[in-house]
């Protein structure tokens, strides 16, 4: 999203994430798309299945502590991806997750 609006600031807290994935270096835009219907392994223990993807709704632009109403953000991720950041994923697998583990699509 960087990428696509510069000038906006998009910021993890923005989007409320339950977990945060860093994609492979040289992969953009919507990699998570790709991630629906198959299972992310996390460490050692976690399978999650990836389900659907996330609809963002107006929150995401609201003013946030020092972060300023910009409702280019979820317009961009309209244009761009049909309002839709990040995934759904239900649970195949509990345990612990760390910092730092290794996520695998499987």
């Known amino acids: ?13 923005r989007f409320r994430p339950n977990i945060v994935v860093e994609a492979a270096s040289g992969e953009q835009d919507f990699v ?7 299972t992310l392994a ?17 929150m995401t632009t609201l003013p946030q502590g020092d972060l300023p109403r910009d409702p280019g953000i979820l317009r961009t991720a309209a244009q761009h991806n049909g309002v839709n950041v990040g995934v759904y994923a239900a ?3 509990g345990g612990r997750i760390r910092r730092g583990d290794t996520v695998e699509l499987k």
Request: hydrophobic letters at 40%; charged letters at 30%; aromatic letters at 8%.
């Open 42 to 58: 996390i460490g050692d223990e976690v399978r999650l299945s990836v389900t659907s993807p996330c609809p963002r709704c107006v």
């Open 91 to 93: 649970i195949v697998r």
């Open 1 to 13: 999203l960087r990428a696509l609006y510069p000038q906006g600031r998009f910021e993890v807290r």
């Open 32 to 38: 998570e798309n790709a991630w629906i219907g198959r």
